[in-house]
Structure formats: structure tokens, C-alpha cells
């Protein structure tokens, strides 16, 4: 069966204080891993895909890295508008006519104080 | 683009009641899906469709159904409401591009709470 480990499940920053937020994985056959970034009340919005070990992806302050084991989603200098709940989830191979499933993770709290 | 649009936002039952979630997309998307997110149990999947006309159960489907008769619609519904679907409800969209892995786009989510 498909998991998805996020840690910490809460991380409490200064503004400026860099760190990392890690998603590990078990998947028969990665097709892809995915970050999405959750507001209160809100859906979760997609930040990044990545496809096989070694690949990055950035965004402003967000940088996404992938080994086979696990993702990790580093965050430079971060800002109090970078506070969310971040989530992962990989989807394994679809077959056939049926779709790709996603596994989600529980996803980590991220608050960045002014 | 108005992207993944979810009615209503809220809603209140009592047990025993039956309601309809309305998803609809205008991306053009193949495949869409209903999730449900409980506090530490993360994202699961209710029902999904790959096409008009297609419906197949996720993880949790029991008390639920659906129905995809436009491209552009997902409906879930409720037709006894219990307490255990208490949740937020979150829809979603997706395209296979190209052979690519298909991102899934979601709505705003819908609050429900059955007494």
C-alpha cells in the first residue's frame, strides 16, 4: 500500500529563518510527487511536480528536491505570508483506463513569525 | 478561468437528510474527483470519474454517490446524512498531458456538518 510521511507535522519559524520540510514515500512505482500549499479554509493549491530522483523545482522562497526514498521542500528566508499547511503526495502508476491514484500525506504546519 | 468552483460553501444537516455537492470546471478537464479531508486523517478519496458517463469508488465511498452527466459537472451526494460525514469537501480536476503525470486542480472546498 501507497504511504506518505510528512515531518514535522508543525514547524513554527522566524521571519529569515531558513528550513526544510520533509515528505517520505513508499510507492509501487513513482509516476509523480506533488506539493501543494493549503490556506485556512481554503483548497489546497499546486505548487510542484517532480518526477524522478535528483530533479528541483523553485519558486520564489520554494525549492522542492526528490530522492527515491523521499522530497524535501526547502524554504529560504521565509515570510510571514509563507505560513500554510504544506502537503505531499505521490501518485502512482495509472492502468489501464483508470487514473493515477494520489496518496496524500497529513501534510506540515508551517507558521513564520513577524 | 474560473478554474474549480464548488457549491454550496456551507451547509448544516440534521441525520437522515440528503443533499447534493456541486463541482464544476471549466478547464476541459478528463477526470474529476470528490475528496474528503478530516483533521489528522489528511485527503481521501470518495469517488472519481475519468469521462461523462464514468463514475468508479476511491477509498471511502460507502453513504455516497455520484454522477458525471456533463464533462464540465461532478455531483456527490448524500442520501442519509450521518454525523460521521462531518468534513470538508474538496473537488478536483485533471488532464493527462501528454502521458505526463496529471495535476490535480482543487476547489474551494464545501464545510459540512451533520447533527
Known amino acids: 500500500e501507497d504511504q506518505v510521511t510528512q515531518s514535522p507535522e508543525a514547524l513554527r519559524l522566524q521571519e529569515g529563518e531558513s528550513s526544510s520540510l520533509n515528505c517520505s514515500y513508499t510507492?509501487?512505482?513513482?509516476?509523480?510527487l506533488f506539493w501543494y500549499r493549503q490556506d485556512p479554509g481554503k483548497g489546497p493549491e499546486f505548487l510542484f511536480t517532480?518526477?524522478?530522483a535528483g530533479e528541483e523545482k523553485e519558486k520564489e522562497r520554494l525549492k522542492a528536491t526528490l530522492t527515491k526514498k523521499e522530497s524535501f521542500l526547502h524554504i529560504t528566508a521565509p515570510k510571514p505570508e509563507d505560513s500554510a499547511t504544506y502537503l505531499c503526495a505521490v501518485q502512482a502508476p495509472a492502468g489501464g483506463t483508470s487514473y493515477g491514484k494520489l496518496t496524500f500525506g497529513q501534510g506540515t504546519i508551517l507558521t513564520v513569525h513577524p | 478561468n474560473a478554474g474549480v468552483t464548488q457549491t454550496p460553501k456551507f451547509r448544516v444537516l440534521k441525520t437522515g437528510q440528503s443533499m447534493t455537492l456541486l463541482c464544476a470546471q471549466d478547464?476541459?478537464?478528463?477526470?474529476m474527483y470528490w475528496y474528503r479531508q478530516d483533521p489528522g486523517m489528511g485527503l481521501r478519496l470518495i469517488h472519481y470519474?475519468?469521462?461523462?458517463?464514468?463514475?468508479a469508488k476511491g477509498e471511502v465511498p460507502d453513504g455516497y454517490n455520484v454522477s458525471r452527466l456533463k464533462k464540465q459537472n461532478f455531483l456527490l451526494g448524500l442520501e442519509s446524512a450521518a454525523p460521521s460525514q462531518t468534513s470538508v469537501y474538496f473537488c478536483?480536476?485533471?488532464?493527462?498531458?501528454?502521458?505526463?503525470?496529471?495535476?490535480?486542480?482543487f476547489g474551494p472546498g464545501t464545510r459540512l456538518t451533520v447533527l
Open positions: 478547464m476541459n478537464h478528463e477526470y
Open positions: 517532480l518526477y524522478s
Open positions: 510507492v509501487s512505482g513513482l509516476r509523480g
Open positions: 470519474s475519468v469521462g461523462e458517463g464514468t463514475t
Open positions: 478536483a480536476s485533471s488532464f493527462l498531458a501528454g502521458g505526463r503525470t496529471d495535476t490535480q486542480y
